[in-house]
Each structure stands twice: as C-alpha cells, then as structure tokens.
C-alpha cells in the first residue's frame, strides 16, 4: 500500500502524547517509521499488519541505540500503539483506519471489507490474547534490556577485598550514613590508585580507622606519623639512661 490516513493532529492523541514526553522526537519518530513500514508491506498476500524490522535494523536507519529502541516499543506495546503476539509486532490500529480509498487493489479492498467485518467476540479473544502476550514480552524485553542493578558490596569483593573488611566496613558506613552508590565507590577506587597500596590493605584501613570513605592522603599521613614516632636502634642507644641508676 503505497499511502495511508495521517491526521494533521495526531501529535495530540493521549497515547503518542505520553511518547513524546517519555521519548521525545525519536520515540514520535520511530512510530511513525514502524507505522509506515508496515502500510507499506499491506498487499493482497499479505494483510497481517505484521513489523518485519527488529530493534537493531530500526535503531540503524533511525541512527537510535538498539537498547534504545527496545524500551521505547516495549513502551509503545504497554500504551496500546502496537501489540504483541510471541514473535511480531503488529498495528491493527492501522487496519481499522484504512478504507477503499486509499488503494485501487481489488483484491485489498475485499479483504479490508471482510477484515472489518469480524464479529465483536473474534475481535475481544484477539485483544485479550494479545493483551497476554503483551504483559509477557515486556517481562521479557524489561529482562533483556535493563543493566544489572550495582552492587556495592559485592563490587569491593571482586576489587580483591576480604569479605570479613568488607563487613567491618559496611558496618561503619552504615553508622555514618554514607550511600553506597556506584558514583562513591569510584571516587574510592580513584585514592586507592593514588596510594598505591591494595585495595583490600585500603579498605581495612579505613575499617580499622572508622573512616566512612578512603583518601590517600589519609593514609600516607598516618604512615609518615608512624615512621616518625618509631626510633632507630641506635638512636635509642644515645638516649637510654639505665647506666644513670648504677
């Protein structure tokens, strides 16, 4: 089908409304793209209304991350545009718009004529069905999409932390109130770089010290106080007085 209905005022409907301000201009884009795909794949053979293109081959031509692309339709599916049946995307929305006017295919004018004549009870098993599959999918796409969620603790464990300091740490951090967040522990592996020492000998450290993070300058300042408090052997020898009691 070489063209379909677009009305002016589309922008406005509640649904592509939501898209635009979840998505903005590449969530309206991409409607519109996969609407016109489809319309255009409309033949006498083929009347399914069906999405061919995956995330990836969308995202390439509409230059937007394949991740992307997946929530923006999975979100799209959720809204009601689009619907989901275990292995295709299809718009019945655009079967119900297009009539007889836009194509001169007798073939595709009986079969829009009959298409719209399926009773009320076909068409609710087929939204309910769809529905299902719907609910189903974004479970799927929710699972595949989205990154691990961070881990604090389990990220200093793969630093090469004891997870016996681990605990006494958290602990501390937990007393302080300080947030576990993936930005801190970036900024912690930044000072340890900057020490020098390990990172497991950093964080016990900052465990023995009550410390809620960890600088480097902490700890070579308390080195330095160390080595200065400790006296040399023969330094020692100049000022033991024991010899004064005989």
Not at 22 to 36: I, Q, S
Not at 51 to 68: C, M, N, P, Q, S
Not at 107 to 135: A, G, M, Q
Request: aromatic fraction near 8%; charged fraction near 30%; charge should be positive.
């Amino acid at each position: 089908m070489k063209w379909f209905k677009h009305d002016s005022n589309a922008h406005t409907d509640d649904k592509l409304q939501k898209v635009l301000m979840r998505h903005g201009a590449e969530g309206y884009a991409l409607y519109w793209y996969c609407v016109e795909l489809i319309a255009a794949r409309v033949t006498p053979d083929n009347i399914t209304f069906e999405l061919k293109h995956d995330a990836e081959v969308l995202g390439y031509h509409l230059k937007i991350d394949t991740r992307k692309v997946e929530k923006i339709m999975l979100d799209m599916v959720n809204l009601g545009l689009f619907e989901y049946s275990g292995d295709h995307i299809t718009c019945m929305k655009l079967a119900k718009r297009l009539d007889n006017t836009m194509t001169q295919s007798r073939e595709i004018k009986e079969t829009l004529s009959n298409f719209k004549k399926l009773s009320p009870d076909k068409n609710r098993l087929d939204k309910n069905r769809l529905d299902k599959n719907r609910k189903k999918k974004s479970k799927e796409i929710a699972t595949v999409a989205q990154p691990p969620r961070f881990n604090f603790k389990k990220s200093l464990i793969e630093l090469g932390v004891q997870p016996s300091t681990v605990e006494a740490w958290l602990s501390v951090r937990k007393k302080k109130r300080a947030v576990d967040s993936e930005v801190a522990l970036n900024g912690i592996i930044r000072e340890v770089g900057l020490s020098g020492i390990s990172f497991d000998r950093a964080i016990q450290f900052s465990a023995e010290n009550s410390y809620s993070g960890f600088k480097a300058e902490w700890f070579l300042n308390a080195t330095d106080q160390e080595k200065s408090t400790k006296k040399s052997p023969i330094l020692a020898g100049l000022t033991d007085r024991s010899w004064a009691a005989n």
